[in-house]
């Protein structure tokens, strides 16, 4: 009789230490997120826009390689962010919400150390409409508390001024897209 209890406390022992660990594991995973090395971002035009586009974001040595390949846009600049939604469901992107700023901070330039997460200043096109950016950004991350993964990406109508708060008064939303796990 001794002995069977004995059995059976250490086999309970046993798996609570099974289900302890995996528990550990899964709220780890919760908490820090997997690791990921490239995403992807499908831009479609808002309503009556024109604009579309693919953005990748891989991980490099030194942050985030961010390489953008747009069409349709009017020639010049246009502010480029990442939102805090990945929802393009709106017809004029507004669902997105605002620019991505889970540390709150001010908005600003891509090289400030205060800025958005999702400040990625502008892109620029030329006159065909085309743009070809490709930069390594120091801030954004596709793992942990402040992933961009699932977070939308917008292209804008206007200019980011990078400093107008908390906008940079890039006016309409031209073009949506939502980032994505990419394979690698
Ligand atoms: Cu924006
Ligand atoms: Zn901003």
Known sequence: MKHSITRCV???AVQCLIV????????HEAMHGKTFSKAI???SPTKDQKAF????????????RVIAERAGLTPGKHGFHIHEFGDCSAPDGASAGGHYNPTDMPHSMPASAKRHVGDLGNVEAGKDGTVHLDYVDTMI???GEHSII???VIVHEKEDDLTTQPTGAAGARVACGVIGVAKE
Do not use: D, P
């Open 41 to 43: 971002a499908v831009l």
């Open 10 to 12: 250490v086999a309970v």
């Open 20 to 27: 302890g660990v995996s528990l550990a594991q899964m709220q």
């Open 150 to 152: 699932g977070r939308g």
């Open 53 to 64: 586009g693919i953005v990748t974001f891989t991980v490099v040595e030194n942050g985030v």
């Open 141 to 143: 991350s596709l793992t």
